[in-house]
Antibody, heavy 120, light 105 residues
Framework: QVQLLQSGAEVKKPGASVKVSCKTS????????MHWVRQAPGQGLEWMGI????????RYAQRFQGRVTMTRDTSTRTVYMELISLTSEDTALYYC?????????????WGQGTMVTVFS | EIVLTQSPGTLSLSPGERATLSCWAS???????LAWYQQKPGQAPRLLIY???SRATGIPDRFSGSGSGTDFTLTISRLEPEDYAVYYC??????FGPGTKLEIK
């Protein structure tokens, strides 16, 4: 079955960076877009960006431009999300979510989430 | 940027009742790209509806989606105990609405 397995929880200091991984299985890695979504404690869902696993092209939400980088490794079927210059406002649960064959499709499979806590 | 608004913020209903959740877009959407998700505490979101009205795999038929342009609706025909959750709409695989919390009355 399709699975997205994310890396474990992280605790970071302000100003640091974090890199979260999302290892996929159960489907053809290069035929589905992958998204990253975050959710601050008690808050709603916030879309961060998208990566095309075929060519590695990305598109980021404007508010994360310059701070986020999404990459992929086709040999391990893994996508990554790195966020730099962390502040306490980046404390959130970060999800990878599988999109569709187009970059506007809904997200049918989600990872379990990775909690990132930023505090000094 | 398209902004989604959901109403009501909180909906209190009893099991067996009908739930109607609304989602409005600041600009007209292509219906193909409006989705609904359900999220329970401590869980990742789950896709319910895509393309405004198509149920995702394994979703019971008491869930239905409708609407076009800027106005969309998620209807749960008869509430089951497991349906109490937060519901989000999403446009074009991008931004989400703020959510509607469905709670037991």
């Amino acid at each position: 079955q399709v699975q997205l397995l994310q890396s474990g929880a992280e605790v970071k200091k302000p100003g640091a960076s974090v890199k979260v991984s999302c290892k996929t299985s159960g489907y053809t890695f290069t035929t589905y877009y992958m998204h990253w979504v975050r959710q601050a404690p008690g808050q709603g869902l916030e879309w961060m960006g998208i990566i095309n696993p075929t060519g590695g092209t990305t598109r980021y939400a404007q508010r994360f431009q310059g701070r986020v980088t999404m990459t992929r490794d086709t040999s391990t079927r893994t996508v990554y999300m790195e966020l730099i210059s962390l502040t306490s406002e980046d404390t959130a649960l970060y999800y990878c979510a599988r999109g569709g064959h187009t970059d506007y499709d809904a997200f049918d499979v989600w990872g379990q989430g990775t909690m990132v806590t930023v505090f000094s | 940027e398209i902004v989604l608004t959901q109403s009501p913020g909180t909906l209190s209903l009893s099991p067996g009742e009908r739930a109607t959740l609304s989602c409005w877009a600041s600009q007209s959407l292509t219906s193909s790209y409006l989705a609904w998700y359900q999220q329970k505490p401590g869980q990742a979101p789950r896709l319910l509806i895509y393309g405004a009205s198509s149920r995702a795999t394994g979703i019971p038929d008491r869930f239905s989606g409708s609407g076009s342009g800027t106005d969309f609706t998620l209807t749960i025909s008869r509430l089951e105990p497991e349906d109490y959750a937060v519901y989000y709409c999403q446009q074009f695989g991008r931004t989400f609405g703020p959510g509607t919390k469905l709670e037991i009355k």
